[in-house]
């Protein structure tokens, strides 16, 4: 580790940016280019998937909860990405306090057993999970049109609950950094650039040019 | 209201029971059965999706967000159904500590503006939205593999929070309970009984027959 870096930096080669929004125009879009954009300036090799774009099925059917059963190629290509991810990065719109339903549908069919977690031998499936990811770090970046404040007030802002503790900590992903961006629908473009930078420090912190 | 009952007993006709697990062998699909054939007892008219089984499609596309846009019929006939609910019943696993992609698809493209919720005139939608849904009591029955106890310790049992607070209290259902049963996966015959046993008493303590 380069010295003078903060203890939370990490030097990483192969990122995975997965970004769901319906609009190809969104602030999403932009938060995810400008992601990637700032991972290629420090010469790590980016995964990128707009799940939109790639008209990923979100639906888990039952033949993939079985163990042994066999899961379709592209569902293993997405999985053998997510594994072999050195860092993660998620972006998308808050709705309803949760991902949209095509990201929560990625979690579903590609944080599966034995990619992103496993049990115990001899656990038929009810224990503690032991985490498998190798990426040392998860950041997500979020938009809203709920206030900031009234996230917290009223609903106890869920995201950051499902994001780092049901998923990332449970999968072995130690690190996590979240944004939050709102109100959107409001927002001026000065304020949207400044957010953009935000993004641009944050992958610069935990993602740096080794 | 009759005399004896409790105070948040609620004489309704028309429920609305939206079911989400893809196998139709589940202990989730025996729930629903139970809830519905005591919502049937008790001479309630049943709305009934089995999302997997009718083949939903949870993906939001961009035109539907946009409020003047026409959205499809089948989304229509679906949005109709829930408007038109006295009383709702929710029957999913607790995966991620979120519904399946598939149920939040459904809430994502159902519970629309001006269907489930509506914003203040004059305001762009970074307001404080005001609930729609005519229902007077939504229940929610999740199953997990997760012990109830770390799912309340490790996770903050998130569910609650998303069901409760950012959903059915925004759109207007005041009235809201929840079970979660579990671990499913080490059951007894026994125990699964009591269960749904446990379904047919909620049911009948919510929706009885007027």
Do not use: K, L, M
């Given at each position: 580790m380069t010295p003078g870096w903060p203890a939370h930096t990490i030097f990483i080669v192969k990122i995975l940016v997965v970004l769901a929004h319906?609009?190809?125009?969104s602030f999403n879009h932009a938060i995810a280019e400008r992601a990637v954009k700032t991972l290629n300036k420090n010469e790590h090799e980016v995964i990128f998937h707009d799940l939109y774009a790639e008209g990923f099925n979100p639906d888990l059917p039952y033949d993939e909860i079985l163990e042994n059963e066999k899961i379709p190629g592209e569902i293993k290509n997405y999985c053998s990405k997510l594994a072999e991810a050195d860092g993660i990065i998620i972006v998308h719109p808050n709705w309803w306090g949760q991902p949209p339903a095509i990201l929560k549908g990625y979690v579903d069919r590609i944080f599966r057993t034995n990619v992103a977690y496993k049990f115990e031998e001899?656990?038929?499936?009810?224990g503690i999970p032991i985490g498998l990811l190798k990426a040392r770090a998860a950041l997500v970046f979020n938009t809203s049109n709920t206030a900031c404040n009234r996230e917290m007030e009223?609903?106890?802002?869920?995201l950051e609950t499902l994001w780092r503790n049901c998923i990332f900590d449970l999968c072995g992903v130690k690190t996590f950094y979240r944004s939050a961006f709102g109100?959107?629908?409001?927002?001026?473009a000065e304020q949207r650039r400044a957010w953009l930078d935000e993004v641009q420090d944050t992958v610069n912190r935990y993602f740096p040019s080794s």
């Open positions: 319906p609009n190809q125009g001899g656990d038929s499936g009810e009223a609903f106890g802002d869920p109100v959107i629908v409001t927002s001026t």
